[in-house]
């Protein structure tokens, strides 16, 4: 039996892993919950899993969530709130292992709480590796940690490596659906609206996570987070575009031997994969081999998705161009998503927010959060500048 922490319990990830739990009751055993505004929701599970702790947005929506939990004559489940509430959620002494699935930075003094509690990871929060990467990865070794990864590329990656060492990885690959505009004419970039690119031609996703697929700069957030995973230089991650979706990544060996998983493109597999690591359970997720018919492979083009390029330099410059990158794209689809800025608008103020940020290594979570959020404000207002000339 392990028991269980989710950060997110409420967001997809989430709602996924919590349905495994109930999959596998021999196995798993809900321990603590962080959920963010969907106060029904975290209400439901409460009723369902009766957790042992329960963290929730603000203090209003804790009163209101006791509320709801005593008026059903549920007892014994202490609710709490805020970014103290998620660190406590995160580092029960009964926990085992702690599900990051927060969108943002928001779980990442969580997850970090997590390692030093010698807690392992199932990261599903690309953010918290691409902000502290080099911090968590460091506090991880310190206290012998598992950080297995979610994110479907990530998780094939971790599952192709067990075939070899470290030392005998070649590169590893990648790979991309190419988003909704993987074929879109050049000139038709600048008249893209936020109804096209939310039009996803192979997952179902939260708003920014699917304009970040449009612009690739999710395959990029995802490059800086396999350097920091697999402890890997940037030119030896490479990105391939796969629109089939079938083929999750890839492990090229010294040897010239290419390892590939392949698996239904359902969230529940890899989330099962780093709930039961390093054993394998049975589950119900199989694979028709028939859909192997047909196999695309291309190279992305920088020109159309100069996010990717972006992504390739921010995790070249150093972690403080890591964390800007990443804060400046928060804000620019913040404001695509609005009408203030146009599709081409994000690559563009995530440029300029990188021409002016300073190198800088963060010794310290706050030091990550400060960086993070002086980023922030430079490229609110270079998003400002930019809605002006539009």
């Known amino acids: 039996m392990k028991n269980i922490a989710i950060l997110g319990s409420t967001g997809s990830i989430g709602t996924s892993t919590l349905d495994i739990c109930h999959r596998y009751p021999d196995r798993y055993r809900v321990v603590s919950l962080a959920a963010g505004t969907n106060v029904q929701l975290a209400f439901q599970q409460c009723v369902q899993f009766r957790p042992v702790v329960v963290s929730i947005a603000n203090e209003y929506l804790a009163d209101t969530l006791s509320e709801m939990l005593k008026n059903e004559a549920i007892h014994g489940i202490e609710v709490v709130y805020g970014t103290a509430g998620t660190v406590r959620v995160a580092t029960l002494p009964e926990v085992d292992l702690v599900v990051s699935a927060i969108v943002g930075v928001a779980g990442l003094e969580a997850t970090y709480a997590a390692v030093n509690a010698g807690k392992s ?25 598992a950080l297995l990864p979610i994110d479907s590329e990530h998780n094939a990656i971790h599952q192709c490596m067990r075939g070899g060492t470290p030392a005998e990885v070649k590169q590893i690959w990648l790979t991309a659906s190419g988003g909704p505009f993987r074929n879109t004419p050049l000139e038709d970039f600048e008249h893209i609206t936020p109804a096209q690119a939310l039009k996803h031609p192979t997952w179902v996703m939260g708003q920014r996570i699917t304009i970040d697929s449009a612009t690739m700069l999710n395959k990029g957030l995802e490059i800086i987070e ?93 972690p403080a161009h890591c964390i800007a990158l990443n804060a400046a794209d928060e804000i620019a689809v913040a404001a695509f998503l609005k009408g203030d800025l146009p599709f081409l608008g994000i690559p563009r103020t995530i440029e300029r927010v990188l021409e002016l940020t300073p190198a800088a290594n963060p010794g310290s979570i706050a030091e990550v959060l400060a960086s993070d959020a002086s980023a922030r404000q430079t490229a609110t207002a270079v998003a400002a500048e930019m809605l002006v000339k539009h």
């Not at 990871?121 to 590796?129: C, Q």
């Not at 018919?293 to 992305?300: C, E, R």
């Open 121 to 145: 990871i199932g990261l599903a929060n690309k953010e918290a590796m691409v902000a502290a990467g080099e911090l968590i990865t460091t506090a991880a070794k310190k206290h012998n940690v």
């Open 226 to 318: 396999a350097c920091r995973l697999f402890d890997l230089p940037p030119e030896k991650v490479r990105v391939t575009v796969h629109p089939q979706s079938t083929i999750h990544s890839l492990v090229e060996y010294v040897d010239g031997s290419i390892l590939a998983q392949l698996s239904v493109t359902d969230m529940r597999l890899p989330i099962l994969y780093a709930m039961a690591y390093p054993e394998r359970v049975p589950s119900e997720l199989t694979f028709d081999l028939a859909m192997l018919s047909h196999l695309d492979f291309q190279q992305p083009d920088f020109e159309r998705f100069p996010c990717l390029r972006l992504s390739y330099e921010a995790a070249k410059a150093g």
